[in-house]
């Protein structure tokens, strides 16, 4: 039997980003809770199914065991992320910094409107940037006039920063 290849961990545990908002926070928080909440059922299914007896090919047990490993996995992950997360805060708008919603014209042409929050909460199609992305380092810093160069792999892209919320 061939044993599968394996990265080490230090390429396969993303670290997780700590910044967010109260709002995901507390949605993390009612997820854990709703994990919690679920457990002991699946706790018991499995408790229930290992009274069949052989474990090599009772096929409900091993489905419920990985189950049960599954939630464990996630509640271990959602407590990490909650014990360690910093909620941003809003405060002074006459710089950007993470939390702030920017308007900026982009190539003198387009006017576009960005929230640079932490990476776990991104959508890049509603607007919500990552402090890490290109644009929101760039951006983070920078004042009400101020002109910003991002560099891309396949061109400069300019900025000017309108408005800062």
């Known amino acids: ?23 995901k926070f507390d949605s993390l928080t009612k997820k854990l809770a709703g994990l919690y909440a679920g457990r002991p059922a699946v706790a018991n299914e499995v408790h229930r199914l290992a009274q069949n007896g052989d474990f090599s090919e009772n096929a409900e047990y091993q ?9 464990n996995f996630n509640i ?16 002074n708008i006459s710089d950007v910094s993470i939390g702030h919603t920017v308007t900026v014209l982009v190539g003198g042409l387009a006017e576009r409107t960005y929230t640079i929050l932490g990476s776990a909460e991104t959508n890049p199609t509603a607007g919500i940037i990552s402090h890490t ?33």
């Open 76 to 91: 271990e992950k959602l407590e990490y992320q909650l014990s360690h997360a910093q909620i941003i805060k809003n405060g």
């Open 1 to 23: 039997m061939q044993l599968p290849h394996r990265k080490p961990p230090q390429f396969s545990e993303v670290e997780t980003d700590p910044l967010m908002t109260q709002d």
């Open 133 to 165: 992305s290109p644009i929101g380092a760039a951006l983070l810093g920078a004042r009400v006039g101020d002109e910003v160069k991002i560099n891309l792999p396949d061109r400069v892209l300019e900025m000017k920063i309108l408005e800062i919320k």
């Open 63 to 71: 489905a419920a065991k990985g189950k049960l490993r599954g939630i």
